[in-house]
């Protein structure tokens, strides 16, 4: 019986998928990022959504976060529950030898893989300034939903799938151009092609 399928999936952050789930300010499509999408299409990857986790944490309406505000027991035990149905996916990829890879967005404080934001300013009344809120650094420590899914991963003792960053999130939306996404779709295909 004929098949066609790839056998490679890439597990990815919700918002490349779905505009819709960003924090008011960060969202530079009107529905997906098409231009990831397109390029899984032609390395013929199946797509896995990851779920938001600050959207079902906090809302659609939520306030800009940084990682160390995320970064509580509450907050990694709802991450441990999301990552549950992706490890049973995984699990059943890896076992039938699918190519898995885990796209993740830097500048995330949940979904960054190589980059989230940090500040010891951010806390009490919602009252920062525009350039107070960019004052956040970005450290090189993957988000928390990203860590807990990693260490969930580890834990059920599966390989690690290929992990790659793409940039959406190390600008807002007002200081977002073109030539970002033509960058970060030159880089994502440089890390799919090895």
């Given at each position: 019986m004929k098949d066609f399928r790839s056998k490679k999936v890439a597990i990815v952050a919700n918002c490349i998928l779905n505009q819709n789930s960003k924090v008011i300010g960060?969202?530079?499509y009107k529905g997906m990022v098409k231009e990831i999408?397109?390029?899984?299409?032609?390395?013929?990857?199946?797509?896995?959504?990851?779920?938001c986790p600050e959207t079902l944490f906090a809302g659609a309406r939520?306030?800009?976060?940084?990682?160390d505000q995320?970064?509580?027991?509450?907050?990694?035990?709802?991450?441990?529950?999301?990552?549950?149905?992706?490890?049973?996916?995984?699990?059943?990829?890896?076992?039938e030898g699918y190519d898995v890879v885990l796209?993740?967005?830097?500048?995330?404080?949940?979904?960054g893989i190589n980059l989230s934001p940090t500040s010891k300013k951010w806390g009490g009344p919602p009252t920062l300034r525009d350039e107070?809120?960019?004052?956040?650094?970005?450290?090189?420590?993957?988000g928390i939903f990203m860590e807990v899914l990693m260490e969930e991963i580890k834990k059920a003792g599966l390989?690690?799938?290929?992990?790659i960053g793409v940039g959406l999130d190390l600008k807002?939306?007002?200081?977002?151009?073109?030539?970002?996404?033509?960058?970060?779709?030159?880089?994502?295909?440089?890390?799919?092609s090895k």
């Open positions: 960060f969202a530079k999408v397109d390029l899984l299409y032609e390395y013929n990857y199946g797509i896995l959504q990851l779920p939520r306030w800009w976060q940084v990682r995320y970064d509580t027991e509450g907050y990694r035990e709802h991450c441990r529950m999301l990552a549950k149905p992706i490890i049973t996916m995984l699990k059943e990829y890896q076992k796209i993740g967005v830097d500048g995330s404080p949940s979904c107070d809120a960019w004052n956040a650094e970005m450290i090189n420590k993957p390989k690690e799938p290929k992990v807002d939306a007002e200081h977002w151009n073109n030539e970002e996404i033509t960058n970060i779709i030159a880089e994502l295909k440089e890390k799919l």
